[in-house]
């Protein structure tokens, strides 16, 4: 029997193989089109992969993956008792925490109002206006945001002319404000482009539940609360989860641009850390270490946030 039930196992994987294999010669065009795809993700994802030993390792440029002693988690715990490494944690959780809290739904409710405006020249006009900052890198909305805020810069003539202060001073250089800074403005830059992927969506929904709502007598807000956000409720779960399995990530180019020896305290990000300790202090192994570390928390924050969506949804899955 058990012979019989092998052979019947072969048989079946083979059946599969050969029905696989024609279904494939099928999608050929397809199947070839997502090729490179797939030759990328190899060559710049799983090959560099390796590279992660080097976390494992007392690694220095002089010497090689294969050449570098191997020192298990040592860098593991000179990361747990680094006070700086620690502050940077503290600020990027700071800063992101924020743009989940005002960044989230900023995109959502002008996704909501551009939906609600008629066709015509003024709608093309703001989608226009609120996605051209994201085309813009952060060295030029940088440059624009150290004038802005320097003594004589464009916020402080503001408040100035409303009396809420007597005199200009450069806000960049005050830490305490560097965490509203940073999410504000990403969210000046995000929030325009993070309307498409609602828009698309709220385009798709059949009018005819717009005019049945109508004849109920729905107002327009009833409509919005009834219709448009349950039925773009999956695209905003899953960037609800996305949202979260990134909070440890932060914006090293924005970081960069903003950040300066006064800010500092409050500015360093776990990605200027890693990229300051990495390549202009040499210390691959340390930076390795902790972008590991990061991206396994990462992943872990991924995971909850899918569970709690589970639940929210009722046990339905993306």
Same mark, same amino acid.
């Given at each position: 029997m058990l012979v019989q039930e092998r052979v019947l196992d072969k048989k079946s994987i083979t059946?599969?193989?050969?029905?696989?294999?024609? *279904?494939?010669?099928?999608? @050929?065009?397809?199947?070839? !089109?997502? @090729? =490179? /795809?797939?030759?990328?993700?190899?060559?710049?994802?799983?090959? =560099? %992969?390796? /590279? @992660?030993?080097?976390?494992?390792?007392n690694y220095s440029i002089v010497s090689t993956l294969s050449s570098a002693d191997w020192i298990g988690l040592e860098n593991f715990k000179i990361i747990l008792n680094d006070q700086y490494f620690w502050d940077s944690v503290v600020n990027t959780l700071g800063?992101?925490? %924020?743009?989940?809290a005002f960044g989230f739904i900023t995109p959502i409710i002008l996704a909501v109002m551009i939906y609600e405006v008629k066709e015509g020249p003024f709608k093309r006009i703001v989608q226009t206006i609120s996605y051209l900052p994201h085309f813009l890198s952060w060295i030029v909305l940088g440059g624009m945001l150290i004038s802005w805020m320097s003594t004589s810069g464009m916020f402080n003539q503001i408040l100035i002319t409303l009396g809420v202060i007597n005199e200009g001073k450069n806000i960049l250089l005050d830490a305490d404000k560097y965490w509203w800074i940073a999410s %504000?403005?990403?969210?000046w830059k995000e929030a325009g482009w993070g309307t498409i992927l609602y828009l698309a969506t709220m385009a798709g929904i059949d009018p005819t539940f717009y005019e049945a709502a109508r004849i109920d007598g729905a107002g327009r807000i009833r409509q919005i609360w009834s219709i448009t956000l349950p039925l773009i409720k999956p695209i905003i779960t899953l960037n609800f989860i996305l949202t979260i399995s990134g909070l440890l990530?932060?914006?090293?180019?924005?970081? !960069?641009?903003? !950040?300066?020896? $006064?800010? $500092? =305290?409050?500015? *360093?990000?776990i990605n200027s850390y890693v990229y300051r300790m990495g390549l202009q202090q040499g210390d691959f192994s340390y930076a390795t270490a902790a972008d590991l570390g990061v991206?396994?928390?990462?992943?872990?924050?991924?995971?909850?946030?899918?569970?709690?969506t589970k639940k929210l949804n009722d046990q339905s899955v993306l």
């Open positions: 059946q599969r193989i050969k029905q696989w294999g024609s *279904e494939f010669k099928k999608q @050929l065009a397809l199947q070839s !089109m997502v @090729l =490179p /795809g797939i030759v990328f993700l190899i060559i710049f994802s799983y090959i =560099p %992969l390796y /590279g @992660l030993s080097i976390a494992f390792k800063i992101s925490l %924020l743009k989940l %504000l403005s990403d969210i990530g932060s914006n090293l180019d924005q970081t !960069m641009v903003l !950040m300066n020896s $006064q800010n $500092q =305290p409050k500015a *360093e990000v991206s396994i928390v990462s992943v872990i924050l991924l995971i909850l946030a899918h569970q709690l």
